[in-house]
């Protein structure tokens, strides 16, 4: 069993829907949580970060981890073209900054005009 | 935000040469860096995590030798692919830790022919 398991789609909506991206983890030792976007042949870049379970929002994005059941989502409220690419989750237990990120595979995600 | 910078972002070199991979914390100090390699569609895989000052510590099947990892300063970790072949061609990534999560370069895209 992998220790992060996200579905790798492809997901497709329609433009203005909210997009739900989700992710389950086995190590109960993870305490920080990564949603990042990857665009085709770009690096991943930081979309939220969150330390241990709650909710947090950043504009059109809200992060949810439920620590109790290892298990983590993104939202996307009124999802734009702009959101098409790859997601990708990330965790970590303790020790921020020297641990290495646990990924999930990553979700292909389409947003149709 | 915290960035960090990768040179070149993409690289055509001849079977056998050698190649040499910057990365650079532009407004931060970087004690740990990390270094990816990603194939088409797939999820980022680690290769090796790079400390300033002392020597990489590479993941299991990674060849050291093949791919040198040098982290002469704060700011600035390369990665070096030595006698380059075609299976080595791939999206290689490097990131770092920063106090909002793990910041990734823009990446490079390595093809050997």
């Known amino acids: 069993q992998k220790e992060v398991e996200q579905d790798p789609g492809p997901l497709s909506v329609p433009e203005g829907a909210i997009v739900s991206l989700n992710c389950t983890y086995s190590n109960s030792a993870f305490q920080y949580f990564m949603w990042y976007r990857q665009y085709s042949r770009k690096g991943p870049e930081l979309l939220m970060y969150?330390?241990?379970?709650g909710n947090k929002e950043d504009g059109r994005f809200t992060a949810q981890v439920d620590k109790s059941s290892k298990y983590i989502s993104l939202f996307i409220r009124d999802s734009q073209p702009s959101d098409s690419a790859t997601y990708l989750c990330a965790m970590i237990p303790p020790n921020f900054g020297n641990e290495k990120l646990t990924f999930g595979t990553g979700t292909r995600l389409t947003i149709i005009p | 935000g915290a960035v960090v910078s990768q040179h070149p972002s993409r690289v055509i070199c001849k079977s056998g040469t050698s190649v040499k991979i910057e990365c650079r914390s532009l407004?931060?100090?970087?004690?740990?860096m990390f270094w990816y390699r990603q194939f088409p569609k797939q999820s980022l895989m680690l290769m090796a995590t790079s400390n300033e000052g002392s020597k990489a510590t590479y993941e299991q099947g990674v060849e050291k030798d093949k791919f040198l990892i040098n982290h002469a300063s704060l700011t600035l970790s390369t990665l070096t692919v030595t006698s380059a072949h075609p299976e080595d061609s791939s999206f290689y990534i490097c990131s770092a830790s920063t106090g909002g999560g793990y910041t990734f370069g823009s990446g490079t895209r390595l093809t050997v022919v």
């Open positions: 407004d931060f100090q970087a004690t740990t």
């Open positions: 969150t330390y241990s379970s």
